[in-house]
């Protein structure tokens, strides 16, 4: 009858290549099955973290609809994207350090690992490992390095509370050495021997300036009382301080008659104590003073410098203890983006390879494979067949 099939010529084929098809599929089932069971055991860890913070959309009428709804699913499709960042890689390396082979503590190589699976406000962090006890704590270390992640960039904190306890740390151990510098210059520096200096010689000066004018002056009662007031004067400067009131009446200045050896006594006094040579002229002892002054400025101003340098830093620690401080609060305050919800167990049972089901596949493509590779060397036949009978004829 027409339009009929004839099964009976395709099953006389099977059965004429019944050898040949079940070679193949007995080939293609032991391959996959040895394969399978070659190939190491893969274990599977899940973690996940929850979106515990969406914006609320307002409706006032349906067709005036706020454009928070698209808002929040971008930030959605911001926060799965996130999951897979190099960013979250590098820490994750640096946190699991020795627990990782070398070739593993590439981020390339760590994000193969990884897979995410987006269930709403539940997002899934699967990861993929030979070791059970890797692939939790990869997965573990994923979720919580995620969660710190996210939620800084989404606080508005820069830096953390341990970043900026480090950077205050430093700065503290920076004020120290500033305050140990300052501390070493103060016992070790000639601000006291050269003001102690210029004063003596100054005074030498004015001694000897003294000296010149009674040496020269007229010998008045006044003019004696006003030089022995001066020497007076000089010697309260020279050896202590000078009262807050000095009282002396005119009969006590009439009375007061100082000599020249007076002078020159004080004057040797003074020249031993200041280090200055016998002699030496009120011009050379002004050069000398200027000198010292000069000196004296140097040793102020180094002073000086070091005492800013130790009050900055001082700011700048006090600065930095604040905002760690300031810092810690707010971390506490603020809410959080996402939050770890699903801890990975250490897997038990591995994921693969599924050596049962491999293998049925294999034999069910070695049978498909077989059936055609027995139709195909039919085909070929008869058609050598048939060249060869038309050769013949």
Not at 169 to 193: C, M, P, T, V
Not at 246 to 269: F, G, Y
Request: with cysteine.
């Amino acid at each position: 009858m027409e339009g009929e099939v004839d099964l009976r010529k395709y099953i006389s084929v099977l059965r004429r290549h019944w050898k040949l098809i079940v070679t193949i599929t007995v080939i293609a089932a032991f391959i996959a099955g040895l394969v399978s069971f070659l190939s190491p055991s893969t274990y599977e860890a899940r973690a996940a973290v929850l979106v515990t913070k969406a914006r609320s959309e307002i409706v006032f009428e349906p067709k005036y609809r706020t454009s928070l709804e698209q808002d929040v699913a971008s930030q959605h499709k911001a926060l799965v994207a996130l999951v897979k960042s190099s960013t979250i890689a590098t820490q994750v390396i640096e946190q699991l350090g020795d627990k990782l082979e070398p070739g593993e503590r590439g981020a390339e190589s760590i994000l193969d690992k990884v897979q995410v699976r987006d269930q709403g406000d539940f997002i899934e962090i699967s990861v993929k490992s030979t070791d059970p006890r890797k692939a939790a704590a990869i997965a573990n270390a994923w979720a919580k390095s995620y969660e710190s992640h996210v939620n800084s960039l989404y606080s508005g904190i820069l830096q953390t509370p341990e970043q900026l306890q480090v950077q205050a740390n430093a700065a503290r151990k920076e004020y120290e050495e500033k305050q140990g510098a300052l501390a070493d210059f103060i016992s070790d520096n000639r601000i006291s021997e050269l003001s102690w200096q210029i004063a003596d010689k100054e005074v030498l000066c004015q001694v000897k300036s003294l000296r010149e004018q009674i040496e020269a002056g007229s010998s008045s009662p006044t003019s004696i009382a006003a030089n022995s007031l001066s020497f007076i004067l000089l010697q309260t400067r020279a050896f202590t301080t000078l009262p807050t009131e000095l009282q002396i009446s005119m009969d006590q200045l009439s009375s007061l008659n100082t000599s020249l050896d007076d002078v020159d006594a004080l004057i040797s006094t003074l020249e031993a104590r200041s280090g200055t040579t016998r002699g030496q002229s009120i011009s050379k002892l002004q050069q000398e003073i200027l000198q010292l002054e000069g000196e004296l400025e140097q040793e102020s101003a180094r002073q000086r410098e070091l005492e800013k340098s130790r009050d900055i830093a001082w700011e700048t620690y006090t600065t930095l203890d604040s905002k760690v401080a300031e810092v810690k609060v707010a971390a506490l305050a603020q809410d959080a983006v996402v939050r770890v919800a699903v801890v990975a167990p250490v897997p038990e049972r591995p994921v693969g390879p599924h050596k049962g089901r491999n293998t049925g596949i294999a034999l069910v493509l070695g049978l498909v494979v077989g059936v055609l590779s027995a139709f195909g060397t039919e085909y070929f036949k008869k058609g050598h067949e048939e060249e060869i009978k038309s050769t013949e004829s």
